[in-house]
């Protein structure tokens, strides 16, 4: 048990030494993401994931082409 403390200690202090040695730089966060309103939507009629911005909206609900809209009405 005592060589593993050991160990521990030894490993944390190089750790330590490597990343002063290194001139450590802080890691950043990636900045977050921003939406570009890209939401994708299902068709009403196929089931085919469309952009809501192009979607072809009737009666509130979205369908891929005329052809769809045409099947459901």
Same mark, same amino acid.
């Given at each position: 048990?005592?060589?593993?403390w050991?160990?521990?200690?030894?490993? /944390?202090?190089? &750790?330590?030494? &490597? *990343? +002063?040695?290194?001139? /450590?730089? !802080?890691? @950043?966060? !990636?900045?977050? +993401?921003?939406?570009?309103?890209?939401?994708?939507? *299902?068709?009403?009629?196929c089931? +085919?994931?469309?952009? &809501? @911005?192009?979607?072809?909206? &009737?009666?509130?609900? !979205?369908?891929?082409?005329? @052809?769809? @809209?045409?099947?459901?009405?």
């Open positions: 048990m005592k060589w593993i050991i160990g521990i200690i030894i490993y /944390a202090f190089i &750790r330590l030494w &490597r *990343a +002063t040695r290194m001139g /450590a730089v !802080p890691r @950043q966060r !990636p900045q977050p +993401t921003k939406k570009l309103g890209n939401e994708m939507i *299902a068709c009403k009629s089931g +085919t994931f469309i952009l &809501r @911005q192009s979607a072809l909206m &009737r009666g509130g609900e !979205p369908y891929c082409s005329e @052809q769809c @809209q045409k099947e459901k009405i």
